[in-house]
């Protein structure tokens, strides 16, 4: 009925340690862009949004 023994203490700085890798690597893929990258993927949602813009159709405002 004898598992392997655990020292929590360690267990838990494992588990910490793993949690802020990852929090880290997250980081990393949110912020960790350069100012060309963050300017074009800014102008590409702009242009994606000025066509879905110019297809629009306009709805006859109703008090007319």
Do not use: Y
């Not at 929590?8 to 700085?13: G, I």
């Not at 802020?20 to 100012?35: P, S």
């Not at 994606?48 to 306009?58: I, N, P, T, V």
């Amino acid at each position: 009925m004898s598992g392997d023994v655990l020292n929590l203490r360690q267990f838990r700085k494992s588990k910490q340690r793993a949690e802020k890798e990852r929090q880290a690597e997250q980081n990393r893929i949110t912020f960790g862009r350069t100012k060309a990258e963050k300017m074009l993927t800014k102008a590409l949602n702009d242009k994606a949004e000025q066509s879905l813009d110019q297809g629009r159709l306009e709805k006859p405002s109703e008090g007319d």
